[in-house]
């Protein structure tokens, strides 16, 4: 017969008789996970890139200080992308003998792209969602404009030679984070009222800026057709352009994922290894005949792996419908907690699923499998003769390349991947060590066990003794299903509840900025009868950068598009004689405070994109004056306080003599409403800037990133019941005929259900308490190295994770010698 016909009617009879359901199981089970996970994240991402992208209002912006080109419009309707055009930029309003700077925004009739104006039609009106931005002859506004000139809604508003009405108060623009100590109030107007101003001239300092947004790949097409057409001063911006506070949480959200998604994966490999030992144990008889019959150790090889990877197909179609199931019920799920409908799952799911089914038999199934083609023909005649076993080495190996490779894919990480697969190792090492120095002790406790009264005891006690490597490999198995569920509990728990008190109840969410040196008295004052504890004053330099140790700025070539960004744009210099808060030192030393050099402190990553590090020199010119300070130190800012922070603060010498403005911020109570107009009467060029909207938007992002874990979690569930059911399997024969040959020895069912109960305890006991000790040192080392969060001790996973691992494996372990000890005797041994 052909080869591939008999592989696929061996396949059919083996499904029929249950052979390999355990393994097919196993297999399909490690497909749903990851490409669940995979249809599931992709949904969760897509929408969280598109909760993001409300900070730019499209999906990507091209910023010019000139107008951009008609032709980009085009472009983007051939693409069927959305698109609009805006425009910012400084003016100022007069009425009655007052005047006040604004910051004009024009804006087309598709903005904005992303997210939604909100607006008021009074001043202290309820707040509405907008259907469209200023309709020609209109003007909205920011409130503290109007309190500041006199103006209400419904007057006539001048601008420049025209005038437009004044229809509605301006509470929001999703844009406005993006540049949050923009001192101007706000004006909104529609692009084409711009004319009939005469605002915009050569030599206004205008912002123009091109949006888009739709299809993910139809934007990433058009960014780069238009990165090609980009010319000196231009500059795209995405997400990642976003407010750092924003970024940063973005980026944690897509570690935990990955994090989540990574447990279903190593569980799954654990079970398809089990399930493959049983697949192999089981499949000798056969190997045998066929040697008998004549077959080759090639034909032999060439059906098992045909029969594999028709096991495997089978699985990935059973696993991917699976996953399609899943991800469309959480997925509805998930749609009414983010309030908006999640965007379809991406097919890449399906491909690195099958993948996944491919690497994960390669590696965990097929060095026990390739060892059939070598059975010897005797096990016709002798049942004691199996198939040799694999080298522990190989399948070491193989394993460890194959979770090499399924850890980079699902964590898509590379910190993150190597050190799941390094602690992955080292448990593993541990496990296995600690496993044997037990089995060791079990035998010195068996020999002295010989009281008739501790029968199942001693008993039990054996039999690990005599099953020492599947003991072994039963601990390894349900240790490192405990650790990641274990580990994801800690990740759920603690790690979520540490990052989302990373950004506190009390976090700032009002600015007060343009606030003059004699005005900082008075203005504490106010503020400490409100209620805010000891406001801090930051003064603040408005500054460009025009050298780096020696070399004009246009000079440069920077290694990256931020670091060109930095070197072009104007910068918030500061003072500070201490580190100021939320600031952690990295490198260098902070100054004295009576030091006269002109010292500057960097942000990190600021420094990094620039090119500079200690010892490095920066001028800057500072209202025409150059300044020049060297770099004594480096900082780590930590964005999610929403504290006042800088890229750069100098030593208070170098800003002695610069004039200067100073900025604060503090946290309002949502029930005051009387603080700021108060401070608006009495500091009418005090400008106040509410981030609450900022801080409540990472704070949304942070609650659905925790239930998309908890939604990939189940998925993890699921996996390690696999690998409890696929460790049982693996021992069922051998265990049956150990149960027959007792009972024919005179042993009740009672004497056997203890013994049994022992050995089950045992394991699971031992198994807790060994992924209680991996789940925390691996939830430090996440919470210190990858997550940069605070982690504390867990004194109930140490105690609970024993107790759950005794009476999972418990329970489950008597149910299966249940079934077993309801097998007559002589089937048993028949069968060995």
């Known amino acids: 017969m052909n080869v591939f016909s008999l592989a696929l009617q061996l396949t059919r009879r083996d499904l029929r008789a249950g052979e390999v359901r355990v393994l097919v199981l196993a297999l399909a089970v490690a497909v749903a996970a990851v490409s669940g996970v995979g249809f599931l994240t992709s949904r ?9 992208a409300e900070l730019l209002a499209a999906d990507v912006a091209i910023e010019s200080p000139h107008a951009l080109p008609e032709r980009w419009g085009a472009q983007a309707d051939g693409d069927g992308l959305a698109w609009a055009r805006l425009v910012n930029f400084p003016s100022v309003v007069f009425h009655q003998g007052r005047s006040q700077l604004v910051q004009v925004k024009a804006v ?15 001043p202290d009106g309820d707040e509405s969602i907008a259907d469209a931005p200023p309709q020609a002859g209109e003007v909205w506004v920011e409130r503290r404009l109007l309190d500041s000139v006199g103006l209400k809604v419904g007057d006539t508003l001048p601008l420049g030679r025209g005038a437009l009405k004044i229809t509605r108060v301006l509470r929001y623009e999703p844009d406005r984070g993006a540049d949050l100590f923009q001192i101007a109030p706000r004006v909104m107007m529609a692009w084409g009222d711009l004319d009939k101003t005469g605002l915009i001239t050569p030599f206004s300092r205008a912002r123009y800026r091109f949006l888009a947004a739709g299809d993910a790949s139809a934007v990433q097409a058009l960014r780069r057709q238009l990165d090609d057409q980009l010319q000196a001063g231009q500059r795209l911006l995405g997400i990642e352009d976003a407010r750092p506070e924003f970024r940063s949480a973005l980026e944690r959200a ?10 279903a994966v190593l569980l799954a490999g654990a079970a398809v290894a089990l399930a493959a030992h049983r697949y192999r144990q089981q499949q000798s ?54 309030a908006a409908e999640l965007p379809p799952p991406s097919w890449r799911g399906a491909g690195v699923g099958a993948l996944t089914a491919v690497v994960t038999l390669a590696g965990f199934a097929l060095p026990s499998v390739l060892r059939l083609r070598a059975v010897s023909p005797l096990r016709v005649l002798r049942r004691d003769i199996g198939a040799p076993s694999a080298s522990t080495w190989v399948l070491l190996v193989s394993a460890a390349a194959a979770l090499g ?31 044997w120095g037990v089995l060791w002790l079990v035998r010195g406790l068996h020999t002295r066990a010989s009281s008739a009264r501790f029968w199942a005891l001693r008993f039990g006690l054996g039999a690990l003794q005599r099953r020492r490597g599947l003991a072994v490999l039963q601990i390894g198995a349900f240790a490192t299903g405990m650790a990641v569920i274990l580990l994801l509990a800690v990740v759920r728990v603690d790690l979520l509840a540490a990052w989302q008190d990373t950004i506190d109840e009390h976090a700032p969410n009002q600015f007060l900025i343009n606030v003059q040196p004699d005005e900082v008295p008075a203005l504490r004052a106010l503020l400490l009868e409100n209620g805010v504890a000891d406001p801090i004053f930051h003064p603040m330099v408005r500054a460009r950068l025009t050298h780096l140790n020696g070399k004009a700025i246009d000079e440069i070539e920077f290694a990256d598009e931020r670091g060109q960004r930095f070197a072009h744009r104007d910068h918030n210099l500061s003072q500070s004689v201490q580190l100021p808060r939320a600031n952690r030192l990295l490198a260098g030393n902070w100054w004295a405070a009576n ?62 003599d610069q004039p200067a403005t100073s900025v604060t911020s503090f946290h309002l109570p949502a029930s005051d409403h009387s603080t700021i107009p108060e401070l608006n009467r009495r500091f009418p060029t005090v400008t106040a800037i509410d981030v609450g909207t900022l801080i409540n938007q990472v704070r949304t992002l942070i609650d659905r990133a925790a239930l998309a874990v908890e939604g990939v979690f189940a998925f993890t569930l699921i996996a390690a019941l696999v690998v409890f059911l696929a460790a049982f399997q693996a021992e069922r024969a051998e265990r049956s005929r150990e149960i027959a040959l007792l009972r024919s020895f005179g042993a ?4 056997v259900r203890r013994a049994a109960l022992v050995e089950f305890l045992l394991i699971g006991g031992l198994s807790g308490l060994l992924a209680a000790a991996a789940a925390w040192g691996a939830g430090w080392l996440l919470a210190e190295r990858v997550f940069n969060l605070e982690y504390a001790f867990n004194a109930w996973m140490w105690g609970l994770a024993p107790l759950f691992g005794a009476a999972l494996l418990s329970i489950a372990g008597m149910i299966n010698v249940r079934r077993v000890l309801l097998e007559p005797p002589i089937q048993g041994l028949q069968a060995s």
Do not use: H, K
Not at 254 to 263: K, P, S, V
Not at 301 to 330: D, E, H, N, S
Not at 412 to 433: E, K, M, N, R, V
């Open 254 to 263: 897509q570690r935990f994922l990955g994090l989540a998604a990574l447990g």
């Open 405 to 435: 490779l399924l850890v980079r894919w699902q964590a898509g990480d590379w910190q993150l991947a190597g050190y799941a697969l390094l602690g992955l190792i080292g448990a593993t090492l541990a496990f296995s060590l600690l496993a």
């Open 595 to 656: 030091v006269t050099d002109n010292e500057v402190s960097l942000e990190q990553r600021f420094a990094r994109s620039l090119g500079v590090g200690l010892g490095d020199t920066l001028r800057f010119d500072v209202a025409g004056s150059p300044l020049e300070a060297r770099v004594m130190s480096l900082r780590e800012v930590d964005w999610d306080s929403f504290q006042v922070n800088f890229f750069v603060v100098m030593n208070p010498a170098a800003l002695a």
């Open 108 to 122: 087309t009739g598709a903005y904005p792209l992303r997210g939604a104006l909100r607006y008021a039609l009074s």
């Open 285 to 338: 008889d056969m190997a045998a005949l066929m040697r008998c019959f004549g077959s080759g150790q090639n034909r032999i090889l060439i059906l098992y792996l045909l029969r594999l990877l028709a096991i495997g197909g089978i699985a990935v179609l059973i696993g991917l419908a699976l996953a399609w199931l899943a991800q469309a019920a959480l997925g509805r799920v998930l749609a009414e907690l983010f």
């Open 748 to 751: 009740t069912r009672s004497q």
């Open 44 to 52: 969760v991402d897509a929408a969280m890139q598109r909760q993001a």
